[in-house]
């Protein structure tokens, strides 16, 4: 991700501090700010892993479906290539016309498969995400937080306030449950 894209997110963010702060100044000694990296909570919390695992497997499952279709088309392509000097005008246009069908043939199988495997991280994820916000907001709580902000959308953050590890413990605790 480029540093312009994260500009708006790190702008709000920054906004959203600043109010905090200056919005009342006893408030503003009492707010502590924490940052959370989700990719990270997401890739070493069990559950992130067993849904990773899953859709690792079906995208694997689906690359092997398509190889014989690439294969095929490879071939074709290649005939084509060899043989069309040899061959007629006409039927060198039906091997065009067959190969570019298998090409848009394959094309959106693949685009489905893109969907499905989509549908597939909704399905895995959603249920993690939804604990994941409860443990921040336990996590928020118990600790006296009183902003956690995206780790993406902040330019530095000392060690000290990354709650990440902390969110894949409690998340871990709490979906074993």
């Known amino acids: 991700m480029n540093v312009l894209s994260r500009i708006p997110v790190f702008f709000i963010a920054s906004l959203f501090v600043a109010a905090s702060f200056l919005a009342d100044g006893v408030y503003a000694a009492d707010t502590t700010v924490a940052v959370l990296d989700m990719q ?3 890739t070493a919390s069990e559950a992130g892993k067993v849904a990773q695992e899953a859709m690792e497997q079906k ?13 095929t088309l490879l071939a074709l392509q290649e005939e084509i290539e060899k043989k069309s000097s040899v061959w007629s005008e006409e039927k060198t246009q039906d091997k065009a016309i067959e190969f570019q069908k298998k090409r848009r043939d ?3 199988k693949q685009e489905d498969a893109n969907i499905e495997l989509k549908q597939l991280q909704e399905k895995q994820l959603g249920p993690i995400i939804k604990e ?5 907001d336990k996590v928020a709580k118990e600790k006296g937080y009183t902003i956690i902000l995206p780790k993406a959308a902040v330019v530095y953050a000392a060690d000290s306030v990354d709650i990440s590890d902390e969110v894949t413990k409690a998340l871990n605790e709490m979906t074993k449950k």
């Open 106 to 108: 394959l094309r959106t």
């Open 40 to 42: 990270k909570v997401l």
């Open 59 to 71: 995208m694997v499952e689906l690359q092997e479906k398509f190889k014989k279709e690439e294969d």
């Open 132 to 136: 994941l916000e409860k443990v921040v």
